[in-house]
């Protein structure tokens, strides 16, 4: 079935270095790429998206990029805070609504 | 964003007992609304797709007589966890898109519930 594979499944960067995550996507049909950051107990919160229609996308630090004809996308942070540390999920969709997440990439940002 | 409100946020049930969790879109109507299972560390964990007025569709490998899903109206879905057992123990989390034609999909708080 469709699936999405997420890297790596952990990362520790210094404060103010920048932090990459890559998914890749198996249906070539998923034409939204939303990432989450969930932190501990909490819910997951949307923190930026993008669509099929663009290569790239960015808002203030975070910026995430697309290739289509890969089927990969990537979360890019830069100049981390302690406060970015949390658990990073990549998503993809299937059909008109549906999600399916990538396995997540626990990030620490040592100050 | 929409806001999507989950009750309750923690349960502890013993062994054979039913558990409803409620899932409410509190500014918008949901037609559509999605279940998520989480592990500790783990990912989410799509279980079924809840229809306002219909029934739900459930994903591979997953009991839809254990986990009964109803939408009966566009703004509350519940899930009931059937005659629990310890491993159905595990963080639920429901989820639905912020209005028609939004594909940005927006989580309840979770529920952790821990079956003794």
């Known amino acids: 079935g469709e699936n999405v594979e997420q890297h790596p499944s952990t990362l520790s960067v210094q404060e103010g270095d920048s932090a990459v995550i890559k998914c890749t996507y198996s249906d070539s049909a998923s034409n939204y790429f939303p990432w989450y950051k969930q932190e501990l107990g909490k819910r997951p919160q949307l923190i930026i998206d993008?669509?099929?229609?663009?290569g790239e996308k960015k808002d203030q630090r975070i910026a995430v990029t697309l290739n289509k004809t890969a089927k990969h996308f990537s979360l890019h942070i830069t100049e981390t805070q302690p406060e970015d540390s949390a658990v990073y999920f990549c998503?993809?969709?299937?059909?008109?609504?549906?999600?399916?997440f990538g396995s997540g990439t626990r990030l620490l940002v040592r100050p | 964003g929409a806001v999507v409100s989950q009750h309750p946020s923690r349960v502890i049930c013993k062994s054979g007992t039913s558990v409803k969790i409620e899932c409410r879109s509190l500014d918008f109507q949901a037609t559509t609304m999605f279940w998520y299972r989480q592990f500790p560390k783990k990912s989410l964990m799509l279980m079924a797709t809840?229809?306002?007025?219909?029934?739900?569709?459930?994903e591979q490998g997953v009991e839809k007589d254990k986990f009964l899903i109803n939408h009966a109206s566009l703004t509350l879905s519940t899930l009931t966890v059937t005659s629990a057992h310890p491993e159905d123990s595990s963080f639920y989390i429901c989820?639905?898109?912020?209005?028609?034609?939004?594909?940005?999909?927006?989580f309840g708080s979770g529920t952790q519930l821990s079956v003794l």
């Open positions: 993008i669509r099929s229609n663009v």
């Open positions: 998503a993809a969709n299937i059909g008109s609504y549906k999600l399916i």
């Open positions: 809840s229809n306002e007025g219909s029934k739900a569709t459930y």
């Open positions: 989820s639905a898109n912020g209005g028609i034609g939004d594909e940005k999909l927006f």
